[in-house]
């Protein structure tokens, strides 16, 4: 049997992974993952010690994700309380729109200027491969955003 830390902290390399993956930095996916794992509200303090982090890389990673709605917080007094808001299918989702739009897309735009630009055949058949290529990620990426948007599993 796997004992209750070693599984924290194996919770919180995956989490951590996963925020990396998403944009958000190391720090970030720490402090999400011990607010998910933890499942009660804590202070910038709380946290800090958690993790043996500064308090002001705590703030500014709390800043990230509370901008990002994956964190929410409450004023007790002078106090904050910070909560974790359980968002994967959410931002999940939001990573094919933003690869299609901001990276999918512009590529396509320039392959396709540099074949239009290219004299010699076999870098343009070369650059013709990888435009296909870049059309099917898109053409998959629009239906995983046509599922997302028809689905019902929320």
Same mark, same amino acid.
């Given at each position: 049997?796997?004992? =209750? #830390?070693s599984k924290r902290k194996?919770?919180? /390399? +995956?989490?951590?992974? %996963?925020? @990396?993956?998403?944009?958000?930095? !190391? ?9 998910? =794992? #933890?499942?009660?509200?804590m202070t910038i303090s /709380? +946290?800090?010690?958690? %993790?043996? @982090?500064s308090r002001s890389a705590? !703030? ?95």
């Amino acid at each position: 049997m796997v004992p =209750a #830390e070693s599984k924290r902290k194996r919770f919180t /390399e +995956i989490v951590e992974k %996963l925020l @990396l993956r998403w944009g958000y930095s !190391s720090t970030d996916g720490r402090v999400y993952a011990t607010l998910l =794992a #933890e499942g009660r509200p804590m202070t910038i303090s /709380e +946290i800090s010690d958690e %993790l043996g @982090l500064s308090r002001s890389a705590i !703030s500014i990673s709390l800043s990230r994700l509370s901008r990002d709605y994956l964190v929410t917080y409450r004023r007790l007094g002078r106090m904050k309380y910070f909560s974790a808001v359980p968002a994967f299918l959410e931002s999940f989702m939001e990573q094919p729109k933003a690869m299609l739009e901001r990276e999918i897309m512009p590529l396509e735009e320039i392959v396709e200027s540099m074949i239009s630009s290219a004299n010699d055949p076999e870098r343009k058949r070369h650059l013709q491969g990888l435009l296909q290529n870049l059309r099917n990620l898109e053409c998959i990426l629009r239906k995983i955003i046509e599922v997302e948007e028809r689905a019902d599993c929320k």
